[in-house]
């Protein structure tokens, strides 16, 4: 099945040793930030990012408004919208997809085990194909308004996620939730095996961590111009470079080796978190009666 089109504008990409500092933005049109459009592609993304492997080869004519509703519900079943994960998750999912050509390996929210839960764990989990094997991608979102508090929690959990105890039980959980049906599924399942050891699973691995913030630049912009990209470009430095420092403290005050992987730090800066949650809002609702 293919992915929608691409639509997020990559206004800043650069890429480093240990990982690119990337952004993307919904950019604008006739004088205003593109808050609908937004929401409508994350829409569009739904089917994938919700759904297994098996159920997106049955998508048909016949029954793909179905199978659309059906992701939805799986995203989206609490008036609670407002402090859900979900929706960085996809934004998430779309980033690496759009980017970086990544094949997604898991639908954690297809696993939900129980409505409203919570999925715990790493956020997107997906693989790209080298010409030696397979790169796994486990990644971490934070769907805030605050780009300070959330560089602030991210970078904690990432340091949390990066222990052995837990890697090994998240290993163990992604390999039991691989679809049978999906053509990398042996080689992904042989890679996360409980033998294999960590540093060589490190030398195959790569973190996202894709940050929402409401941007005082968006915010005060109504057109992508070059003054908009000089200025949304400043504010993403500062927040790129206190990523990795942040990061790299959390990191040495917990182990004593350099940090192994590689760590891309994908920004992307919204006009306000609440009006785009109301855009989804209103999509989503909107599919489920």
């Known amino acids: 099945m293919e992915h929608p089109d691409n639509f997020l504008n ?75 994960g979900e929706f960085g998750e996809i934004l998430l999912h779309i980033a690496i997809r759009q980017v970086y050509q990544t094949i997604p390996a898991v639908s954690k929210i297809y696993y939900k085990s129980a409505v409203n839960e919570t999925v715990k764990g790493f956020d997107a989990v997906h693989v790209v194909k080298k010409d030696d094997g397979l790169e796994l ?28 105890d837990y890697l090994r039980s998240e290993f163990i959980l992604i390999k039991n939730k691989i679809d049978p049906s999906w053509p990398e599924s042996d080689l992904l399942k042989e890679l996360l ?18 940050l929402t913030y409401n941007s005082i630049v968006v915010q005060k912009s109504s057109k992508g111009d070059q003054e908009y990209i000089d200025n949304i470009r400043a504010e993403l430095s500062s927040a790129y470079k206190n990523m990795r420092v942040k990061l790299g403290v959390e990191y040495s005050n917990r182990f004593s080796e350099t940090l192994p992987l590689i760590i ?24 489920q009666i």
Request: net charge negative; glycine share 4%.
């Open 10 to 84: 990559i206004i800043f990409h650069e890429a480093n040793n240990f990982g690119d500092d990337l952004a993307l933005c919904a950019g604008f049109e006739r004088g205003k930030w593109r808050n609908d459009q937004l929401a409508d592609h994350v829409i569009e993304w739904l089917p994938e990012f919700a759904l297994s492997h098996s159920e997106l080869n049955e998508i048909g004519s016949s029954n793909a408004y179905r199978m659309v509703k059906k992701a939805a519900k799986l995203v989206y079943q609490t008036d609670k919208y407002g402090l859900r």
């Open 193 to 210: 095996k409980e033998n294999v050891s960590l540093d060589k699973v490190f030398e195959r691995v790569c973190i996202p961590i894709l």
């Open 137 to 164: 991608w486990i990644g971490e979102t934070k769907f805030y308004e605050n780009i300070t508090k959330a560089i602030y929690d991210v970078s904690k959990e990432i340091v949390d996620h990066l222990e052995t």
């Open 264 to 287: 891309h730090v994908i920004l992307i800066p919204l006009k306000e978190k609440k009006m785009f949650i109301a855009a989804l809002d209103t999509r989503l609702k909107a599919l």
